[in-house]
């Protein structure tokens, strides 16, 4: 029993090193966004593991829940439905080009045999914003200003350690002042929901940067300021 408990303690601590040195620092944008548009935002605050970002009202094309157990399978299922999208398949015939990131928003399962709940979606250009092609099992949505915290990560997203990464920006973020916004924009119960955002290709294999984001409403996080003034 000792030694199976050293080498779980050996190979947490591996895995803690890998992300360590799969994480890229934080820049003003992922690189990608120097080659095709992404929804621009302001940092507002960060502190060490997060940032709080104030993105611009923006439009996404979104897919209906994906029931899956893999993140990475319902990520792959809804950006194929995406891609059909921006290729002309939709009311208009229109094609749309490629921005970043794709979000695919999580709603875990109580178990680890049961199927999670999964949107894909893909940021609308500036371009179409005003009028974006309507398509068969897809929705718009419109984002008002929107808050989000955020942790970057590097390599490709994995089903084995994206729980670890959002872990991760749930204790950055535990003492600071958005901590009660967060959790209660996050789901009634303490419902763990968060958003993977992936901003390159898959056939990039260098520079890749993927973040985990808590949306969460500032008007939550003023109420809590003000109650503890």
Same mark, same amino acid.
């Given at each position: 029993?000792?030694?199976?408990?050293?080498?779980?303690?050996?190979?947490?601590?591996?895995?803690?090193?890998?992300?360590?040195?799969?994480?890229?620092?934080?820049?003003?944008?992922?690189?990608?966004?120097?080659?095709?548009?992404?929804?621009?935002?302001?940092?507002?605050?960060?502190? #060490? &593991?997060?940032? @709080?970002? %104030?993105?611009?009202?923006?439009?996404? *094309?979104?897919?209906?829940?994906?029931?899956?157990? /893999?993140?990475?399978?319902?990520?792959?299922?809804?950006?194929?439905?995406?891609?059909?999208?921006?290729?002309?398949?939709?009311?208009?015939?229109?094609?749309?080009?490629?921005?970043?990131?794709?979000?695919?928003?999580?709603?875990?399962?109580?178990?680890?045999?049961?199927?999670?709940?999964?949107?894909?979606?893909?940021?609308?250009?500036?371009?179409?914003?005003?009028?974006?092609?309507?398509? #068969? &099992?897809?929705? @718009?949505? %419109?984002?008002?200003?929107?808050?989000? *915290?955020?942790?970057?990560?590097?390599?490709?997203? /994995?089903?084995?350690?994206?729980?670890?990464?959002?872990?991760?920006?749930?204790?950055?973020?535990?003492?600071?002042?958005?901590?009660?916004?967060?959790?209660?924009?996050?789901?009634?119960?303490?419902?763990?929901?968060?958003?993977?955002?992936?901003?390159?290709?898959?056939?990039?294999?260098?520079?890749?940067?993927?973040?985990?984001?808590?949306?969460?409403?500032?008007?939550?996080?003023?109420?809590?300021?003000?109650?503890?003034?």
């Amino acid at each position: 029993m000792a030694m199976a408990a050293i080498e779980m303690l050996k190979l947490s601590l591996l895995t803690t090193l890998i992300l360590l040195i799969l994480r890229p620092a934080y820049s003003e944008l992922p690189p990608s966004c120097k080659r095709i548009e992404c929804p621009s935002y302001d940092v507002i605050d960060s502190g #060490k &593991g997060f940032e @709080i970002r %104030r993105y611009d009202s923006s439009v996404w *094309a979104s897919t209906a829940p994906i029931p899956d157990i /893999s993140l990475h399978e319902a990520t792959r299922t809804g950006f194929l439905k995406l891609f059909d999208y921006i290729q002309g398949k939709n009311k208009y015939n229109e094609k749309i080009e490629m921005t970043a990131p794709v979000l695919t928003e999580v709603s875990p399962s109580d178990g680890p045999f049961c199927e999670s709940s999964f949107v894909v979606s893909f940021y609308v250009p500036k371009v179409n914003q005003a009028d974006p092609p309507p398509a #068969k &099992g897809l929705h @718009i949505q %419109r984002w008002k200003e929107t808050h989000v *915290a955020v942790r970057q990560f590097g390599g490709f997203v /994995s089903d084995a350690t994206i729980g670890a990464e959002a872990a991760a920006l749930d204790e950055s973020v535990f003492d600071t002042k958005w901590a009660a916004a967060i959790s209660k924009s996050r789901g009634a119960g303490g419902a763990a929901i968060y958003t993977v955002a992936q901003y390159n290709s898959p056939f990039e294999f260098e520079g890749r940067v993927n973040e985990i984001w808590f949306l969460f409403d500032i008007e939550d996080a003023a109420a809590d300021a003000a109650a503890q003034a």
